[in-house]
């Protein structure tokens, strides 16, 4: 029973942290109280770690196979890496036609100034950044 207990307290940190992460990345939930939900995010992610090593002691490790490193599971692997490469590229392809002449994550990448501003700190936008 205390596996089960041990388990579903794994899940929802892992959830909560997700769940926190996304809210804290589309403007969703800036504050959950007094804290915000990047303190959540990273709360519920650091309180996760030592269940999930736990979790991984009490199940033990699987052992390697022979099959493991065979070629079929290096073109697996292959295969996997190459979707993964074409997704980028089109990621990034619509990216350009949104924003065409910028690569990457440039709204970090190209901040020219943060103001402060004098307003209390809930009256100010999430991301005072020009």
């Known amino acids: 029973m205390v596996v089960a207990h041990g388990l579903a307290g794994l899940a929802v940190l892992v959830l909560a942290a997700v769940a926190a992460g996304l809210a804290h990345a589309t403007g969703a939930l800036a504050h959950l ?16 770690v030592p269940l999930l090593a736990w979790h991984a002691a009490a199940r033990g490790g699987a052992r390697p196979r ?47 100034s943060v103001e402060l501003d004098p307003a209390p700190w809930w009256r100010q936008p999430p991301f005072p950044l020009t």
């Open 33 to 48: 109280g007094p804290v915000s939900a990047m303190q959540v995010h990273v709360g519920a992610a650091l309180a996760a």
């Open 66 to 112: 022979r099959s493991d490193l065979s070629r079929r599971a290096l073109l697996r692997a292959g295969v996997v890496a190459g979707g993964a490469a074409l997704l980028w590229l089109a990621v990034e392809r619509a990216a350009r036609l949104v924003a065409p002449g910028r690569r990457g994550f440039w709204w970090v990448k190209w901040v020219v």
